[in-house]
């Protein structure tokens, strides 16, 4: 059964800090790596989906790494500000249709403080 | 609006009343998908549908739950006879099938307390 940790549950920080973010999974046949944020008490935002077959993803700010063998993935923020306060959820899909059935970590609380 | 829209967004209800849930996908999705999260917890897979074919379940789904997605379009999901271990955000997403991006697109959920 695939189990999704992240650690630790949540952060606190100054704004202007280089933020990196922790996921790690225990089965590495995964068909992608979709890293969300999601506000309190709202839906997720997809942040940057990698492929198995991919090493890293950029957008902005963010770039996310995935080393499927040790079963690791990173969400690197860089420049941290106030807006990036939220949780952070790491999630791995499996099987040929890809995200049908997402297996989700428990997220991260970060709080950036201005 | 071209995002996922959920309503009713909150639900108080007794235990032992039924309650249904709708969600609209992004229009060119053919892929819905409905997950559950619990204060503290990732959303779990709860089940999917490509077009109008539900396609897997999961053993979280019990018999008092049941979704449908006629014509492939909107999608609804019906607990009966609630009980206070239902109370939890339902969220629903969507996607694009075939290759390519499987990015998920949720809608801000259905906040459901079962009292």
């Known amino acids: 059964k695939q189990e999704v940790t992240q650690i630790p549950a949540a952060l606190s920080v100054p704004e202007g800090e280089n933020l990196v973010l922790n996921c790690s999974f225990t089965?590495?046949?995964?068909?992608?790596l979709q890293w969300f944020r999601q506000d309190p008490g709202k839906g997720l935002t997809s942040l940057l989906l990698i492929q198995s077959s991919q090493r890293e993803q950029t957008s902005g700010r963010l770039n996310a790494s995935l080393d499927k063998s040790s079963g690791r993935s990173t969400l690197y923020i860089a420049a941290s500000q106030p807006g990036d306060s939220a949780t952070y959820l790491c999630?791995?899909?499996?099987?040929?249709?890809?995200?049908?059935?997402?297996?989700f970590g428990k997220g991260m609380k970060l709080t950036v403080n201005p | 609006d071209t995002g996922v829209s959920q309503n009713p967004r909150h639900k108080i209800t007794k235990r032992g009343q039924n309650v249904t849930f709708r969600c609209d996908p992004i229009?060119?999705?053919?892929?819905l998908y409905w997950y559950r999260q619990t204060l503290g917890q990732g959303p779990e897979f709860l089940t999917y549908f490509q077009n109008e074919a539900q396609l897997e379940k999961s053993r979280l789904l019990s018999d008092r739950f049941s979704a449908e997605r006629p014509k492939g379009s909107f999608s609804t999901l019906e607990i009966q006879r609630t009980e206070q271990g239902d109370s939890a955000m339902y969220l629903c997403?969507?996607?694009?099938?075939?290759?390519?991006?499987?990015?998920?697109?949720f809608g801000s959920g259905t906040q459901l307390s079962v009292l």
């Open positions: 229009s060119e999705h053919n892929r």
């Open positions: 089965d590495s046949a995964i068909y992608n």
């Open positions: 999630a791995v899909g499996k099987g040929q249709g890809g995200s049908e059935k997402l297996v």
């Open positions: 997403a969507s996607s694009r099938g075939g290759q390519g991006d499987k990015k998920l697109f």
